[in-house]
């Protein structure tokens, strides 16, 4: 069967959502470093069409060939192969086999597909398939956010620190890192941009005391906040700047 098939249609903010549940769900919201055989070991998954008996095996390299896991959806349970080798590779933390194990996971839980295939040289992408209907694309967005515990990731300041604590590839810790930066960024934008607000509002506030504001009110705001700016008068409060008032007129 094709590598990638279409699934239905999710945003990447709804499979994070999704891989946080099922986190949750095996009892591993507040790991540090998610049990990835414990996971696959438990007797039932959380998927989103309800909670479903989970059956997982370890299978000879042999018999699986170039496919380093699989997995098989039905309306009664949730299948789960994993080859021998990228198992024990996963027991000793090795990033791409963890990654594995939870992209088989992510199957499990968002689609509906009767068998779904892990190659081990990567499973092909479709480009008629747009990211938010692709089963593959869904599945590794799945699985990186289902292996990283953000509220701990959020203190790391390289991709490394992710990739170590998380127990993930350097790869996906990368994209992860990146997307945390800009994150922090906004963030930062936003801070100075308070902050010129605030000591613009401050300056204002200073500024008032020490104006002479007029008895008339601004023709357009009507607030009793303009005050003379040479020839002209300006409203503090809506900034608007009018002719020389004469004999209590405008001019």
Known sequence: MPHDFRAKPLSDEQVCRYAKQARDAFGQSAASRIDIIECLKSKSIWTIRGVKPLRFSVVPDAEMGDDDGKTTVTSEEVSIQIKHSVFEDAKYGVGRARHTCAHEIAHGVMHESSEMLRVATGNTKHFWLKPYESGEHQAGVFATAFLINDEIAEKAVSASDISVQAGISMESAKIYFSNLEKRRNRARTAEKIQLLRDEYMNERRDLSHSLHYLDEPCTVCGSRT??????????????TVSDRYQDGDPG
């Open 226 to 239: 303009v005050f003379p700016v040479g020839s002209k008068y300006m409203c503090q409060e809506c900034d």
